[in-house]
DNA sequence: CTGATATCCGAGTAATCCAGTCGGAATAGG
DNA sequence: CCTATTCCGACTGGATTACTCGGATATCAG
């Protein structure tokens, strides 16, 4: 349950290798593909993309050499920020989406699950909104740098706008399910 | 983006339905349908109520007066429970799969996005893990109560098992979207 | 025993959404 | 020019969701 769709995680994954490759010429889609084992899916990555530049994530030049860059500093891209790009507005029920609470649901009696979801929602943001893209590239350094330790994720303190307390401090990988 | 499906809306409602009429007789479908506002969807309920009584949250008995009880006390169930019980293992993304991390996915490179899944995961569980359905009980009652005022959920320290920091303290509910 | 009321169960289905494709236009460098 | 690339809308097959249907089984009231 409570899947992310493959947009989320190719788009993911292509923001990655933009900020691994920050500083260099313009990337194609067609260089990233291939380094990101997505060969297949190139066109589908345009779409993506898209998405992408309409947040203003990267900047793309077109023509020969063209290519997408970030717009901004890896440590200044949030991952909510990307999958919001991505996937729309973060909300586990329709009731409960982002910034638009009460407004939609009707339901005259308590509805008690909207607290519910909400609390969801806020648990989701809050940890995406802590996690910065830079966050990741440094992590998979560590993984792919051989024989080295994985590091514990640095959630910055007070990143973009609200959500100031940035609960969800890194819980146990590791969680049975009854 | 991470949608819950009506299985885990309706399911839910249907808990608190039954929390709710604890101690009463048993309670039908036909019954939990009208209070919910589901009255059309009573064939869908059996589906879901299926799935219930397979993790031993509910008890049935058959026959006319029959119907549904929980087979515990509301705030010894969880809805991380009953939510796995309707949706399936908690999991983002399929390489973050509660419990079986590392075992499906077989990147060779260092995809880092799994750990961005696996903390958003852990996000969601923690939260789901420390509400109970007594806690979504009280809360509606609140609601439905004229002129009382919404009180703070009361997220009990060590529910099930591990998550014992049970991270993610209420995060204010208005978070804009950039 | 009979009839009404339930749960129980597997199969089927309509609609929606996802993931990806296709064809082509626009742009830029060589 | 030619080639490489982004850009764009429309289309489509498959998977998933959200149900429906038909009937078997169990229980109680009269």
Redesign the interface.
Same mark, same amino acid.
């Given at each position: =349950?409570?899947?992310?769709?493959t947009r989320?995680?190719y788009g993911? &994954?292509l923001m990655?290798d933009l900020a691994r490759h920050r500083g260099g010429p313009a990337r194609s889609l067609t260089e990233i593909s291939q380094a990101e /084992?997505l060969e297949l899916k190139v066109q589908y990555l345009e779409q993506l993309v898209k998405c992408l530049r309409e947040a203003r994530l990267v900047e793309s030049t077109r023509g020969a050499h063209g290519g997408y860059r970030l717009s901004r500093a890896p440590e200044a891209i949030s =991952?909510g920020?990307v999958? &919001?790009a991505?996937?729309?507005?973060?909300?586990? =029920?329709i009731c409960a989406t982002?910034?638009e =609470?009460g407004v939609i649901c009707d339901?005259l009696? /308590?509805?008690?699950?909207k607290?519910?979801?909400? &609390?969801?929602?806020?648990?989701?943001?809050?940890?995406?909104d802590a996690?910065s893209l830079q966050d990741?590239?440094l992590?998979?350094?560590?993984?792919?740098r051989p024989g080295a330790q994985l590091v514990q994720?640095t959630p910055r303190a007070g990143r973009? !706008?609200? !959500?100031a /307390?940035a /609960?969800?401090? !890194?819980?146990?990988?590791?969680?049975?399910?009854?």
């Amino acid at each position: =349950m409570l899947r992310v769709s493959t947009r989320g995680e190719y788009g993911v &994954r292509l923001m990655v290798d933009l900020a691994r490759h920050r500083g260099g010429p313009a990337r194609s889609l067609t260089e990233i593909s291939q380094a990101e /084992g997505l060969e297949l899916k190139v066109q589908y990555l345009e779409q993506l993309v898209k998405c992408l530049r309409e947040a203003r994530l990267v900047e793309s030049t077109r023509g020969a050499h063209g290519g997408y860059r970030l717009s901004r500093a890896p440590e200044a891209i949030s =991952m909510g920020e990307v999958l &919001r790009a991505l996937e729309g507005p973060i909300a586990p =029920m329709i009731c409960a989406t982002e910034g638009e =609470m009460g407004v939609i649901c009707d339901r005259l009696d /308590g509805c008690s699950t909207k607290y519910l979801w909400a &609390r969801v929602r806020d648990a989701v943001t809050s940890t995406l909104d802590a996690i910065s893209l830079q966050d990741l590239v440094l992590e998979s350094d560590a993984v792919t740098r051989p024989g080295a330790q994985l590091v514990q994720f640095t959630p910055r303190a007070g990143r973009t !706008a609200s !959500a100031a /307390g940035a /609960g969800a401090q !890194a819980a146990p990988a590791s969680l049975d399910h009854p």
